[in-house]
Structures are given as C-alpha cells and as structure tokens.
Nanobody, 124 residues
C-alpha cells in the first residue's frame, strides 16, 4: 500500500516553470508505475504523464516537449517538471500509483492510489 503526497504547486506567470513532487510512503514504491493527472474546474480529470518502474515515460500530446516526468526510487518520489507553462495548464494536479507491476496507463480508473492534489495556477 502507498500513501502519496504532492507538493510544489503554486501561482506562476505564463512561460514560467514549476516542479511538482510526489512523495510516497511504502517500501514497494519502485514496483509501481507513477502517473500525473490534472483536473481543471468543470472538466474531467485528464492524463498528463506516466513513468514505468523502468523509467519509460509517456506524455499527453498537450504537454509533450514542455513537461518531464521522472522518479527517484531511493527517495520514493516522482516528479513533474513543467516548463513553458500556459494558462490552459491551470488545474489541480494529482499523482497516482499503478500497480504493483503496473504499466503506467493513461486511464485514471486503473490507478490504485492517489494523492490529495496540488493546485497549479498559470496567470496570463
């Protein structure tokens, strides 16, 4: 079982950067694929990025080339580096764990554990 806590959200101007962190408790972190999702007001939760336990990454088209997902298994932490932020990136960002031995799917319902979310607001 994992408990996930996000941090690093905040208010940033368009074109700026933020790095989100997702700290996990639980010794089996390395066996989980990790994902980031976001939900804007009035919209459904959408996939942003995922990384497998082996480090293979997958991105939504809307963030490809701007966001980078990574993980540090020794620190039991996943990261989302967000560059060139746009107002459309404004949302609550959630990290999630898929597994153990998960594939890092784009489907939110297949993730087993979720953090509480962190707000990212991009001002134009």
């Amino acid at each position: 079982q994992l408990h996930l806590v996000e941090s690093g959200g905040g208010l940033v101007q368009a074109g700026g950067s933020l790095r989100l962190s997702c700290a996990a408790s639980g010794r089996s972190f390395s066996t989980y694929a990790m994902g980031w999702f976001r939900q804007a007001p009035g919209k459904e939760r959408e996939f942003v990025a995922a990384i497998t336990r082996g480090g293979n990454a997958n991105y939504a088209d809307s963030v490809k080339g701007r966001f980078t997902i990574s993980r540090d298994n020794a620190k039991r932490t996943a990261y989302l580096q967000m560059n060139s932020l746009k107002s459309d990136d404004t949302a609550v960002y959630y990290c999630a764990a898929d597994g153990p031995w998960g594939s890092g799917t784009v489907v939110a319902a297949e993730y087993d554990y979720w953090g509480q979310g962190t707000q990212v607001t991009v001002s134009s």
